[in-house]
């Protein structure tokens, strides 16, 4: 047999959703999708410098880069995400992939900042074809092995965020920033393509009509206070979490570093060592319960940022390797917060996962959005220290949203 045949026969195994789990093959495909689709989202972070200087663009007009796009993947979940209820996610997948193809090309072809704004509003859209491939993997797994699948298929979504960072700070300092994005719609197009070859379709859960969909999406965050509470705690870990790596760039292409995107880029193989848990932050919600999870994930990411707030007594060597700790800390602690809230989410309503997911990240990356904005702020008008005691503030408010009892 073939090793075409043997992925066909997981996949049809694996169809009758909640029934079995994925196959390897396929959870790899589910994983390598979600990252590359996701890391869309964060190529220009370690580029901002370069991409400045390129354009002709302020420090400031920059920043609306990564803003824009983080909005637009807000608006992407709220307005598309919830069509994977309605509407086959296989199809949904595949067209949101062509989609994102021709938004990079767009980026990378871009001639002014007003182009490339537009083309980052275009990649933040049809970017969430990361958040139908999260419930479609939710969807094919047992509910006693749902939070080891959905955490596998994190963990590429988590390394495709972090590991982002690294090829593009690398690629732009040696071949220029209209080239990552060239390099990243060519994988974002195999990952097309493998999933029009072997994703399984899914039947539609409901057949309300769009509007009435969307509307569902209130009911569904009034009726449940778990999905509330999850939505604030993981959007406030995200506002820290994006104030971090929207500024971390330029604060250490300024004095007293003068680091260029290469070693900004670096950063996140240290945020991937984090990203590597998140199987285990899974599995340890299977066993343990996910509340557990989330409140331990949300202590560690404010231990994370409070120590990082102790930088300026240290000499400068001694600061890179504060935060390379510091950002292993905090990424571990969002994202094993992020497994614990969706093993939660997607436990409520079976038949409403893509809303209830949609749900989630849309406050996620509402927190992402307001997060590079007050990344940003912070940074100008107080300095670097002012970033990571807000950061760590907000993760303790998430905490304490965690610790409470919600009705």
């Not at 949904?92 to 704004?117: H, N, Q």
């Not at 988590?158 to 920033?177: D, P, Q």
């Not at 039947?203 to 778990?226: E, I, K």
């Amino acid at each position: 047999m073939t090793s075409i045949q043997k992925l066909h026969d997981q996949v049809s195994a694996a169809t009758s959703a909640g029934t079995g789990q994925p196959g390897r093959a396929l959870t790899f495909l589910l994983a390598a999708g979600a990252g590359l689709s996701v890391a869309s989202l964060y190529y220009s972070q370690p580029m901002l410098g370069i991409l400045a200087a390129d354009i002709g663009a302020s420090s400031r007009a920059i920043g609306f880069v990564p803003t824009l796009t983080q909005l637009g993947y807000a608006l992407g979940i709220l307005l598309l995400a919830p069509l994977g209820d309605r509407h086959d996610r296989r199809a949904i997948i595949l067209l949101k992939s062509v989609l994102l193809v021709l938004a990079l090309l767009a980026c990378s072809l871009a001639p002014s900042l007003a182009c490339l704004l537009a083309a980052s509003l275009a990649i933040g859209l049809t970017a969430t074809v990361a958040q139908d491939i999260v419930p479609a993997a939710a969807s094919l797994a047992h509910e006693q092995r749902r939070g080891k699948v959905v955490g596998t298929v994190m963990t590429g979504l988590l390394m495709g965020i972090l590991l982002s960072r690294v090829v593009s700070g690398l690629v732009a300092e040696h071949w220029g920033w209209r080239s990552m994005f060239m390099l990243a719609a060519a994988g974002v197009a195999l990952i097309g393509v493998s999933a029009w070859r072997w994703l399984p379709k899914f039947a539609p859960t409901t057949t309300l009509p769009y509007r009435q969909l969307l509307v569902s999406l209130w009911d569904l965050l009034r009726r449940h206070a778990n999905l509330r509470q999850a939505a604030l705690a993981q959007g406030l870990l995200s506002m820290g979490f994006s104030a971090f790596w929207s500024t971390l760039a330029v604060m250490l292409h300024a004095a007293p570093f003068h680091l260029g995107s290469a070693a900004a880029g670096a950063f996140g193989l240290a945020g991937a060592a984090g990203a590597l848990a998140a199987p285990m932050a899974g599995h340890l919600a299977d066993r343990r319960g996910p509340a557990v999870v989330a409140r331990l994930g949300a202590g560690l990411t404010a231990l994370s940022f409070a120590a990082m707030c102790l930088a300026p007594m240290l000499s400068l060597a001694a600061q890179l390797w504060l935060l390379g700790i510091g950002t292993i800390g905090f990424d571990l602690g969002v994202q094993a917060s992020l497994i614990a809230h969706q093993t939660i989410v997607y436990g409520i309503e079976p038949g409403a996962r893509s809303r209830l997911n949609a749900v989630l990240f849309v406050s996620i990356f509402i927190g992402m959005a307001a997060g590079a904005v007050c990344g940003s702020l912070l940074l100008a008008q107080w300095g670097w220290l002012a970033v990571t005691a807000v950061a760590a503030l907000l993760a303790l408010a998430a905490l304490a949203v965690r610790m409470g009892r919600w009705k």
